[in-house]
């Protein structure tokens, strides 16, 4: 009897023993496949991530590269110069007045409707101020009005006809920053100093490392 209770005794004691093993043994096979599976989900996203950044950068390419062909046209085909700033992009367009005049030429109207495809393709959501200018002929009081109305009447253009949406301020300079010093009415350069200048203002300004000062 005393054997048989050893026996009894001694299985008793190894099955608990036994089966702690096999509930660990299966504990580290569950951790590992849940291991294995999380590793996988990782590398999935890591995968996907990656794919996404090349994605990403890929479009980016592309679109500084259709950008620089953008502003190449205008430099060429209208004459523009472009100069990029810490706050956004400078674009002087040959918008000219007649003297004492602010009405926006027809001949003007290429250029202006080129730069307003420009401005909503690559730089939506942005601030654009339209700065007017007077050739030095005339009060320093008359001249920041008639810059004024000349930046105005661009600014009526761009929303009414170049379908800009984005926010649009007009100012008047006068006859501050001459092209052209003195000339006035009908002397050579005069017309280069009845102008008006933009600067586009945009948290999203992929040109500033494409246009440097246009030629």
């Keep these: 009897m005393i054997n048989h ?7 008793a004691l190894v099955a608990p ?3 702690g093993c096999a509930t660990k043994g299966f504990v580290r096979e569950h951790v590992a496949a849940e291991q294995a599976r999380a590793d996988a989900r990782t590398d999935s996203a890591v995968s996907a991530e990656r794919s996404a950044r090349m ?22 085909e209208y004459g523009a110069k472009i100069t990029a700033l810490e706050s956004g992009m400078q674009f002087a367009l040959p918008v000219h007045f007649a003297y004492d005049d602010a009405t926006v030429r027809d001949e003007d109207k290429a250029a ?23 050739d030095p002929a005339g009060s ?3 001249n920041l009005d008639l810059s004024k109305r000349r930046a105005g009447a661009v600014q009526g253009y761009l929303s009414s006809n170049a379908g800009v949406t984005d926010e649009i301020r007009a100012v008047g300079y006068g006859k501050a920053r001459l092209v052209v010093p003195n000339a006035s009415k009908d002397q050579p350069g005069a017309d280069q100093n009845r102008r008006v200048v933009f600067v586009v203002e945009s948290a999203q300004a992929p040109a500033q490392g494409v246009a440097m000062t246009g030629q």
Excluded at 55 to 76: E, F, M, N
Excluded at 112 to 132: C, M, N, Q, W
């Design 5 to 11: 209770f050893k026996m009894f005794a001694a299985i």
């Design 17 to 19: 023993v036994m089966a």
């Design 55 to 76: 994605s990403g950068d890929s479009s980016l390419t592309l679109d500084v590269a259709s950008l620089r062909k953008d502003l190449d046209s205008l430099r060429t």
């Design 112 to 134: 202006l409707d080129r730069f307003a495809k420009v401005v909503t393709k690559y730089y939506p959501g942005s601030v654009i101020t339209v700065e007017g200018f007077a």
């Design 140 to 142: 320093q009081k008359y």
